[in-house]
């Protein structure tokens, strides 16, 4: 997309009153945010003038409009990881705004806000936005501060260096201009060509702990989530999808389903049957009065008991080797003893609290979706593929999320698309409504696995051999992005072993994997792989501490030599929960360590067992993600991945029984209950290393880190997920 100053003005209606600022930063490092795209024609130059090259795409905006306010607009999308706020924080440092006066809104889908380093898209996942975006948002504050001076100083016919910006105003000696006075003035101007970063020592808000600036849209609930998209002629619709995976449409009888007051059509799907209502009750009883009909899986479908046997025959084989050091089985043979542990961890749900949904109004050769979506790129495309027009006649309002966990970011566009092809058939508007039982039932899930990991050790209780089978499900496979298998190793499921700081010491190693192919429809979780490598991993290193007769957290740390940020982690986090010291009668503590998404995690669990169950109490975590833009966020991302984690641990599991899922709600998958929250201390590890993600990190080690504490005060070895105490 080119875009001119001129033309740019001329489509941004009120924001042309004041400084709107694009930047644009190689596409190597470039993730992208701004305002909507304009689609008014170029100002053509006057005759016999030589027309001025195109610049090049901006990919993100800054607005400062006539009344002060700030507005950054981000190409990322806010579902509770507090980028909302984090982001804005970034521009404003470089700015020196009065933080009062800053607002944030979504951007809208275009091909100028691709990310870079997930595949060209816009997209929010992988904890990459805020490390991602970081020294960009610096840039762009910096640069329409430097505008700023520069419109001040022509004005006063001073200096620039005279001038000062701070607190959203430019001052020299007594004179003083406010941002918005001068935003009109400083829109005239070129933007500089490069510009001086403020050293950490100069920042006033980087680092600090700041309230978030969506709190008071979503306490007082201003804020426009997509279930709350409404808009005259507004249909509901939902969607009889198959009952088993692997199952085929064959017949419906509607006659009944249009006989519900309310309803007032049925359409076919690619995937099913949709009911048409004017509200959601309508459309749900007509589709409960569906009289339809399927054809059965092939093979009686997939049973996820038979499903896990079949695993655990596959581990003990040769997999697609994912790496490989010296000769493993001539270590292994080798070896004064050998420790054989096999690992498992089922299918599981994301169960966003808000189930997803999606709005569509297709109007002539235009379509219009309100979602809350993580790609809105695929989503893009697949909207206009369904209806045939031009990716660019497809609008994309992002609307906040009510939780995604990667849930929303479909590469298949599942629900995004579905909603398009019932808007389509329906022929109105129409929002299209999964229940959580539609998607705890037909979702997509994190894929269940098995490790076999066979270890050889010296007379010091050292791994000096390691040989990992994994077997699952890959999820890249079924993706636009499975060019990203490469030897059939999807590098997602395998993440954090053979790179594991636990091995690098260890002369002979091998990491091989199986995929099998299945009905089941899966998709990333969040930490995604790391999920059940940190547990199998962390596992098997505290088995092999407690083999050896030595203190776990000592004989990590002589694994770990040579690795100061994982040590320093792992130091911090054992003395701050008390390692080593007299604890509470029946209770005990676990510890685990991993790195994902360039971010070291420590935890700590302190447990005991009541009534035949794990009881959480404590959680003692010390995160290394280098440098922290906004501590408040962190540390509630990290009692939030805790919280996830230890869901899935305590509870979490999708079974099947011929193809069909046995869970419904939340009632039979259970999820963290309030009573079961564990108090959380969070401490932030000072580190020069490169910024890492937030989001997800914290969710791996928990598991891990319970299991090893019940190991220690029952001495049982939990090897399968969710946790099930003899």
């Given at each position: ?52 090259p ?30 909302w ?72 016919k ?11 105003a ?104 949709a ?25 009686g ?14 581990a ?23 420790l ?11 169960a ?62 599942d ?16 929002k299209?409504?999964?229940t ?8 997509q ?49 395998v ?92 209770h ?50 990290v ?34 209950r ?43 070895r ?9």
């Open positions: 997309m080119t875009v001119s100053r001129r033309s740019f003005l001329a489509g941004s209606g009120a924001a042309a009153a004041g400084l709107v600022l694009s930047f644009y930063i190689a596409p190597r490092n470039a993730i992208s945010a701004a305002t909507k795209p304009v689609e008014k024609p170029q100002v053509k130059p006057p005759a016999g003038a030589q027309p001025a195109p610049p090049p795409p901006p990919n993100a905006f800054l607005r400062i409009a006539p009344d002060d306010t700030v507005t950054v607009v981000l190409a990322h999308s806010e579902m509770g990881q507090g980028i706020t984090g982001l804005a924080m970034v521009i404003a440092e470089e700015l020196s705004c009065d933080w009062s006066k800053v607002k944030t809104e979504h951007a809208p889908a275009a091909s100028v806000y691709g990310h870079p380093a997930r595949f060209g898209m816009q997209m929010t996942g992988g904890s990459s936005t805020t490390r991602t975006e970081f020294d960009r948002y610096r840039t762009v504050g910096a640069m329409a501060r430097d505008m700023l001076l520069r419109a001040a100083a022509e004005k006063w001073v200096p620039p260096a005279s001038c000062t910006a701070k607190d959203g430019v001052t020299s000696g007594k004179k003083r201009l406010t941002y918005g006075q001068l935003a009109t003035a400083a829109m005239a101007l070129p933007p500089p060509e490069k510009v001086t970063l403020k050293a950490p020592a100069e920042w006033t808000l980087i680092g600090k702990p700041m309230k978030r600036l969506d709190t008071p849209e979503k306490i007082t609930g201003r804020a426009k989530f997509g279930m709350d998209v409404q808009m005259p002629g507004l249909m509901t619709a939902l969607v009889l999808r198959p009952p088993a995976f692997g199952a085929t449409f064959a017949s419906v009888d509607d006659s009944a389903a249009l006989k519900v007051p309310g309803v007032t059509k049925v359409v076919r799907t690619s995937r099913g049957v009911v048409v209502g004017a509200h959601f009750w309508a459309a749900k009883l007509g589709r409960d009065a569906l009289n339809a009909t399927w054809n059965a899986p092939p093979g479908g997939v049973d996820t008991r038979a499903q896990l046997a079949d695993f655990r025959a596959k003990k084989t040769n997999g697609a080797v994912a790496g490989e050091v010296g000769d493993v089985d001539a270590a292994l043979g080798a070896s004064k003893t050998r054989v542990a096999e690992y498992d961890v089922p299918y599981l749900a994301h966003p609290m808000e189930p997803l949904n999606c709005t569509v109004r297709i109007d002539g050769d235009r379509c219009e979706i309100w979602t809350g979506t993580q790609m809105q790129t695929v989503d893009q495309a697949a909207a206009a593929k369904i209806l045939g027009i031009p990716t660019a006649n497809v609008t994309i309002n992002t609307m906040f999320l009510g939780g995604g966990f990667g849930r929303r970011a479909s590469p298949n566009s629900y995004v698309g579905e909603a398009v092809e019932v808007a389509k058939a329906a022929g109105v508007p129409v299209v409504v999964w959580r039982e539609d998607d705890v039932r037909g979702g899930y994190r894929p269940a696995y098995v490790h076999r990991v066979e270890v050889g050790v010296n007379g010091e209780g050292a791994p000096v051999a390691w040989k990992h089978v994994v077997v699952g499900q890959s999820i890249m496979a079924t993706t636009p992005f499975a060019s990203r298998i490469k030897n059939g190793i999807d590098p997602s499921s993440e954090g072993l053979f790179e594991s700081p636990y091995l690098e010491s260890v002369p002979a190693r091998r990491v091989m994997l199986h995929s099998p192919e299945s009905a089941v429809t899966v998709l990333w979780w969040r930490s995604v792989g790391n999920t059940h490598t940190a547990f199998a991993m962390e596992s098997m290193i505290d088995e092999l501490a407690h083999t050896a007769k030595q203190d776990p957290l000592a004989y990590r740390l002589r694994l770990l030599q040579g690795k100061p940020r994982f040590v320093a982690a792992l130091t911090l986090a054992a003395e701050k929960a008390g390692w080593g010291k007299p604890i509470a009668e029946g005990a503590l676990g510890l685990a360590v991993h790195e994902s998404f360039g971010t070291i995690v420590a935890e700590v669990a302190d447990v005991s067992v009541e009534r035949g169950k794990p009881r959480v109490h404590k959680v003692t975590c010390v995160v290394d993600c280098g440098t922290v833009v906004n501590p408040l966020a962190v540390e509630a991302q009692q939030g991945s805790i919280a996830y984690g230890l869901s899935a641990a305590l509870h979490g599991a999708i079974t099947l029984t011929g193809g069909k899922v046995d869970q419904s709600n939340f009632h039979d998958y259970r999820v963290l309030m009573n079961e929250m564990p108090r959380v201390d969070v401490f932030l590890q000072k580190s020069d290393a490169k910024m890492g993600g937030i989001g997800e990190p914290a969710t791996a080690p928990i598991a891990p880190a319970v299991a090893n504490a019940l190991f220690s005060l029952t001495k049982q939990l090897r399968s997920l969710p946790f099930q105490l003899a």
